[in-house]
T-cell receptor, first 116, second 117 residues
Framework: AQTVTQSQPEMSVQEAETVTLSCTYD???????LFWYKQPPSRQMILVIR??????QNATENRFSVNFQKAAKSFSLKISDSQLGDAAMYFC?????????????FGKGTLLTVNP | GAVVSQHPSWVICKSGTSVKIECRSL??????MFWYRQFPKQSLMLMAT?????????EQGVEKDKFLINHASLTLSTLTVTSAHPEDSSFYIC?????????????FGPGTRLTVT
């Protein structure tokens, strides 16, 4: 079974600074997808960024970028120029490419605090 | 686009009663819908996967007779918590995948907070 590990239960960053959230995963599959989701206090899950394992290029979405290391099974999220609105719980998630159910496996999450 | 709604957003029920939660895809047809449970300050735990017109697939440890899932159409799935008890109090989230378009992405509803007294 696939597992996703987020080793940082909490992180804090100063506004306008950069922070990196860690995520590692375990899988025997060669093709899969990785995601970072944000869950603010409203508890609405918001997709931040996604990465296809077959793509070597790291995904970027504005201030959000990932460092995807397939051999190391590592998928970290970098948030640049942090804003107060970035404060939230961040979940790393894995999805295999096989089957028809498209199940997501989530890590335990990292609570990010942004200090003004 | 790709909006998922849930109703109700919060519900309080008495122990022993049943409560139904609806999950709707508003602007797309959902091949598959997922139901999650989330306890405070914890991650999402997948309860079951439902495909339109077929029986739901439950995760290990989830009581299928207690958490009834019906996916009657491509835009609606329901979760019924039967004979609810205080330990069923939780935040329930549904998600859906978009048939034929970025099928690997799940779109999440806003969640339903259930409190059983």
């Amino acid at each position: 079974a696939q597992t996703v590990t987020q080793s940082q239960p909490e992180m804090s960053v100063q506004e306008a600074e950069t922070v990196t959230l860690s995520c590692t995963y375990d899988t025997s599959e060669s093709d899969y997808y990785l995601f970072w989701y944000k869950q603010p206090p409203s508890r609405q899950m918001i997709l931040v960024i996604r990465q296809e394992a077959y793509k070597q290029q790291n995904a970027t979405e504005n201030r959000f970028s990932v460092n995807f290391q397939k051999a190391a099974k590592s998928f970290s999220l970098k948030i640049s120029d942090s804003q107060l609105g970035d404060a939230a719980m961040y979940f790393c998630a894995y999805r295999g490419s096989g089957g028809s159910n498209y199940k997501l496996t989530f890590g335990k999450g990292t609570l990010l605090t942004v200090n003004p | 686009g790709a909006v998922v709604s849930q109703h109700p957003s919060w519900v309080i029920c008495k122990s022993g009663t049943s409560v139904k939660i609806e999950c709707r895809s508003l602007d797309f047809q959902a091949t598959t819908m997922f139901w999650y449970r989330q306890f405070p300050k914890q991650s999402l735990m997948l309860m079951a996967t439902s495909n339109e017109g077929s029986k739901a697939t439950y995760e290990q440890g989830v009581e299928k007779d207690k958490f009834l899932i019906n996916h009657a159409s491509l835009t609606l799935s329901t979760l019924t918590v039967t004979s609810a008890h205080p330990e069923d109090s939780s935040f329930y989230i549904c998600s859906a995948t978009d048939r034929g378009h970025r099928r690997d992405e799940q779109y999440f509803g806003p969640g339903t907070r259930l409190t059983v007294t």
